[in-house]
């Protein structure tokens, strides 16, 4: 599916019915790396799993984007799906983005999962890996 958040175009995975579980990528992946979760969970849960800006299907624009960006474009996305508090996974810069989501928007979140993550900041080097471009 396809919605704008925050003015970019980007795709993500809705389905199933029950508490919501929104899923979040990694660096340099998409949402297609939770599909074996989508599919373990749909039965009972929702599971939504966005395309992060610049990933997967989702629109590219130039220029860094800050893990607070990626957690605004998380809470447009929550409140135009009416989800009410989420349960938010994270793995690895998906962790990054789910911290900076629980910090700006903790009514939004009724769990948090940390996935092959850290709490710190990165070097500068990892940092400015992220910020090099990358095929899809």
């Given at each position: 599916m396809k919605t704008t958040l925050n003015g970019v175009e980007q795709n993500y995975i809705d389905a199933g019915q029950g508490v919501p579980l929104v899923f979040v990528h990694g660096f340099p992946l998409s949402s297609a790396a939770w599909q074996k979760q989508i599919d373990a969970f749909q039965s009972t849960h929702r599971v939504v799993a966005l395309d992060l800006r610049g990933f997967g299907g989702s629109e590219a624009r130039p220029g860094a984007v800050a893990m607070a960006q990626y957690a605004s474009d998380l809470r447009e996305l929550i409140t135009q799906l009416?989800?009410?508090?989420?349960?938010?996974?994270?793995?690895?810069?998906?962790?990054?983005?789910?911290?900076?989501?629980?910090?700006?928007?903790?009514a939004l979140l009724r769990g948090l999962v940390l996935v092959g993550t850290k709490a710190g900041n990165d070097t500068v080097e990892v940092a400015a890996g992220r910020r090099t471009p990358q095929n899809k």
């Open positions: 009416g989800l009410g508090p989420v349960v938010l996974v994270g793995h690895s810069m998906g962790g990054y983005i789910a911290l900076a989501f629980a910090r700006e928007f903790p």
